[in-house]
């Protein structure tokens, strides 16, 4: 870390920044008041891409609202192209992966370091925010309750996909198994005891066949969390957004993360609920015992 520091200031007052470092004072201040675990953001890079993709598209649709200027509009998107695409600042997230505010701290996290990527894109130092602000420029038309819980869900599926696959090699090492001991004879067993002839192949078929329902469950159980509540702002009411931006800003979301987005069905209904974490988790659970099953 640099010895030199940049002076940047919020409404509690001026505090020194590294000037290496592309987070701000905001993020400064939650390094200090979330200090719980030892795991940060930075190591879960799903979870700052699905942020960096809400921005962007939050960037894009505010960009055809005409509600930012068209120029900060297209660095914000550049600046977010950095991230995605060239992995830039990925190491700039230090916030830990407790903290309070509903997620407040990453929001203003993210927002800081795309707009110093951005503020050095146009020409000018990190911290010069009166060209382009973390808040008026980079959440514009946000609120942590939407941006958050909405980036979070891109990084659940995204995780979940990956799973999927996982368990998609699992099964297809299983039926090729199943073929290849097919003519082995071994002693089935209940209540941990022998009881009749069953082949090993029939056996490692069993096991490919637990793992297709787990992956169809998988498949259906991720789909909830691609309802998303952006354009809710803080409690679902779509407050200081303009006309039409909620619709937009999905389906710009849609585009930038290349997943089958929706908006919810009733924004304030969405903002608060984790019934999709909850099915999820359950869903998990059910995969876990089931390979526990086949371990023992």
């Excluded at 090492?173 to 022998?194: H, N, P, V, Y």
Aim: hydrophobic share 40%; proline share 3%.
């Amino acid at each position: 870390m640099s010895n030199n520091f940049r002076i940047e200031e919020d409404l509690l007052g001026k505090r020194e920044v590294p000037d290496d470092v592309y987070y701000g004072v905001h993020t400064l201040r939650a390094i200090e008041n979330f200090y719980i675990s030892d795991r940060t953001i930075n190591d879960v890079p799903e979870f700052i891409r699905g942020m960096v993709m809400v921005k962007k598209a939050a960037a894009m649709a505010n960009k055809e609202l005409h509600t930012i200027p068209r120029a900060i509009a297209d660095t914000i998107i550049k600046a977010c192209d950095e991230v995605l695409i060239h992995g830039k600042c990925m190491d700039q997230f230090p916030v830990d992966v407790f903290q309070g505010g509903a997620g407040t701290s990453l929001n203003m996290n993210t927002n800081e370091v795309l707009a110093n990527i951005g503020l050095e894109l146009m020409g000018h130092k990190k911290g010069e925010y009166e060209f382009l602000n973390p808040n008026d420029h980079l959440n514009k038309a946000q609120s942590t309750n939407d941006a958050y819980p909405t980036g979070f869900r891109i990084a659940v599926y995204n995780s979940i996909t990956q799973l999927i696959k996982s368990v998609e090699y699992l099964k297809g090492t299983f039926d090729a198994k199943s073929d290849e001991f097919k003519d082995i004879l071994k002693m089935g067993r209940t209540q941990l005891q022998d009881a009749v002839p069953m082949t090993l192949g029939q056996e490692f078929h069993a096991f490919a066949i637990l793992m297709k329902e787990e992956i169809r469950n998988l498949h259906h159980t991720a789909q909830l969390v691609l309802e998303v509540n952006l354009g809710a702002t803080a409690i679902g009411t779509g407050l200081n957004t303009a006309p039409g931006y909620q619709k937009l800003a999905v389906e710009k979301l849609a585009e930038v993360t290349g997943l089958p987005c929706v908006p919810a069905e009733d924004l304030i209904e969405a903002t608060s609920d984790c019934g999709a974490y909850v099915m999820l988790h359950s869903a998990l659970k059910r995969l876990a015992m089931k390979l526990s099953k086949i371990c023992n």
